[in-house]
T-cell receptor
Framework: DTAVSQTPKYLVTQMGNDKSIKCEQN?????MYWYKQDSKKFLKIMFS???????INETVPNRFSPKSPDKAHLNLHINSLELGDSAVYFC??????????FGSGTRLTVV | DAKTTQPPSMDCAEGRAANLPCNHS???????VYWYRQIHSQGPQYIIH???NNETNEMASLIITEDRKSSTLILPHATLRDTAVYYC????????????FGKGTSLLVTP
């Protein structure tokens, strides 16, 4: 039933590791997003993606890469994890001008 | 996208109407006003959006001034569960541009 689902919900990993967060939406939306919410609670867009265009926030390190196997999925791969990558990552999807639907978030802790 | 200005925090008594203001004086003709909220550490939740007419749904009402330079989100009968950070966002209709969240208004509903 969940419209936008993310896995895992929690992720604890060591510095230098490579990890992935998965996102799936069953709403038939054509655009998906990844947001990062840091310890100060600011929500920042990382990527937006539809089947035509990937828009990357230029401040996002190239260690982060989105991968979309199909329209319903947008996974986030992170290479060489750093302490500063610790945050909550939210996936979202949307269609046209309508509101975004967000997942419940993945809390990433890098130790 | 136009910038928005919101008060950092507000209080409201339970059962009363909560009126959350937002200034967006540089809004342009094709930009919509969106409201979202984030309850504690959950994913942001879409509330309502509008272009120039006032809008109402089961969650809230959105009042947009005639010149479109400001708007007010109204929660008609606030409950404790409405305690959250409320974000007012202005965005154009191009789906390639993602929502940019500011600092929002932290609304505390008190018994």
């Amino acid at each position: 039933d969940t419209a936008v689902s993310q896995t895992p919900k929690y992720l604890v990993t060591q510095m230098g590791n490579d990890k992935s967060i998965k996102c799936e939406q069953n709403l038939g939306h054509d655009t998906m997003y990844w947001y990062k919410q840091d310890s100060k609670k600011f929500l920042k867009i990382m990527f937006s993606y539809n089947n035509k265009e990937l828009i990357i926030n230029e401040t996002v390190p190239n260690r982060f890469s989105p991968k979309s196997p199909d329209k319903a999925h947008l996974n986030l791969h992170i290479n060489s994890l750093e302490l500063g990558d610790s945050a909550v990552y939210f996936c979202a999807s949307s269609r046209d001008i309508y509101g975004y639907t967000f997942g419940s978030g993945t809390r990433l802790t890098v130790v | 996208d136009a910038k928005t200005t919101q008060p950092p925090s507000m209080d409201c008594a339970e059962g009363r109407a909560a009126n959350l203001p937002c200034n967006h004086s540089t809004i342009s003709g094709n930009e919509y006003v969106y409201w979202y909220r984030q309850i504690h550490s959950q994913g942001p939740q879409y509330i309502i959006h509008g272009l120039k007419n006032n809008e109402t749904n089961e969650m809230a009402s959105l009042i947009i001034t005639e010149d479109r330079k400001s708007s007010t989100l109204i929660l008609p009968h606030a409950t404790l569960r409405d305690t959250a950070v409320y974000y007012c966002i202005v965005k154009n209709s191009n789906s390639g541009y993602a929502l940019n969240f500011g600092k929002g208004t932290s609304l505390l509903v008190t018994p």
